[in-house]
């Protein structure tokens, strides 16, 4: 992963304010359809951001790695690209570099920043670890899925 400049970081940030979604993916292992119990899931932080410029997409692929995937549009709809970034490691530096000057997703980066806390480096994972993660999924989920803004956020001016 490239180093982020002191202009890149901000814009950045507001490239994911606007298109990007920050948020914890829980996923079902195996076949397994026993949602309660504690090995049944498991949870993955990401970023995500898509645009129909495939440049600013492929940019950030060849800049931050992760992934690059392209949507075809259909009907009236144009094709999208989409870059995500799931590897805990890449996720934490690029967070902490935007998190500064985020507007809108400030309370998600927080989350994910928190969530990244109780990644175990190959150590077995302990139930509260897993109760942990299932409260920041729920709480990151709450807010992807607010319908109003918080305008605040935006009415307040911004030093240059």
């Known amino acids: 992963m490239s180093l982020m400049s ?3 970081a901000p814009y950045l940030a507001g490239f994911v304010d606007g298109e990007g979604y920050l ?3 829980k996923i079902k292992k195996g076949e397994k359809k026993d949602w309660s119990s504690a090995n049944a899931h498991y949870f993955k932080p ?11 997409i ?19 709809s144009k094709t999208s690209y989409c870059w995500s970034l799931k ?11 935007i998190k500064p000057f985020l507007r ?3 309370e998600q980066a927080t989350i994910l920043l928190e969530f990244i806390k109780t990644v175990n480096k190959g ?16 709480k990151i989920r709450e807010l992807n899925h607010r319908d ?7 009415s307040e001016p911004t030093p240059i």
């Open 58 to 76: 492929q940019w950030l692929y060849d800049s931050y790695g992760g992934s690059f995937e392209m949507r075809l549009g259909k009907g009236n």
């Open 148 to 154: 109003i803004l918080h305008r605040e956020r935006l």
């Open 6 to 8: 002191k202009t890149t």
């Open 104 to 106: 809108i997703k400030q």
């Open 87 to 97: 590897s805990v490691y890449q996720l934490e530096k690029f967070i902490r570099a």
């Open 23 to 25: 948020g914890i993916l």
């Open 123 to 138: 150590l077995p994972l302990k139930h509260h670890t897993n109760e942990k993660r299932e409260e920041l999924y729920t």
């Open 46 to 56: 990401v970023i995500k951001i898509a645009n129909t410029d495939k440049a600013i």
